[in-house]
């Protein structure tokens, strides 16, 4: 069973990356499964917290949880043409202590996927998601990409993705991120 924790970047209530996510969950290859994880209720950073307070329990939760898990997945939205800040905030928590890096990041298989609003889907939020990975030393899948554009228009009433067209795309791009994680 290949074992994959999606991250949604962004705590809106009814976010359309939340909802990329919930549809991958349902379009799983067979043997392979998503776990939804959250950035909720990580504070923002500061080393004066951690040296006080250590690493939040939420921060905690989501480090083990990408350890346990084959691959990860960020469903990121793109906030004035980069990433948004809540998503770069909780990466820069996971990577506390630097010691955890390695445990946590290092070699691990990352996809990105990302809905919004305009036409390019996430296409800039993605491509600023690179030099974080690298610099994690993740095993980054570039093999797909996942960009919706006009998401909006996709999600119905309960915050579900209709669109066959893009349920479709969602299937194939996680079939190959699985694909990938597997021939490793």
Do not use: C
């Not at 928590?93 to 919004?116: I, N």
């Not at 919706?148 to 228009?153: G, I, Q």
């Amino acid at each position: 069973m290949t074992r994959i924790i999606g991250i949604a970047g962004s705590l809106r209530r009814s976010s359309w990356n939340a909802a990329i996510l919930r549809a991958a969950v349902e379009l799983m290859p067979p043997e392979s499964s998503l776990e939804i994880g959250s950035i909720a209720g990580i504070p923002l950073y500061n080393e004066d917290d951690e040296t006080l307070r250590g690493i939040p329990p939420a921060v905690t939760v989501l480090k083990d949880a990408i350890v346990a898990a084959d691959g990860l997945l960020l469903a990121t939205p793109e906030y004035n043409n980069s990433v948004p800040g809540v998503a770069k905030n909780a990466f820069d928590w996971l990577t506390r202590p630097a010691r955890d890096v390695p445990r946590v990041f290092r070699g691990r298989p990352v996809a990105l996927a990302g809905g919004s609003p305009g036409g390019f889907g996430t296409l800039l939020a993605q491509n600023a998601w690179l030099p974080v990975f690298r610099t994690l030393g993740v095993d980054f899948w570039a093999g797909g990409r996942l960009l919706v554009s006009r998401v909006a228009t996709l999600v119905d009433a309960d915050g579900n993705i209709t669109d066959e067209p893009t349920r479709e795309a969602i299937r194939a791009f996680m079939a190959g991120f699985v694909a990938h994680i597997r021939r490793r």
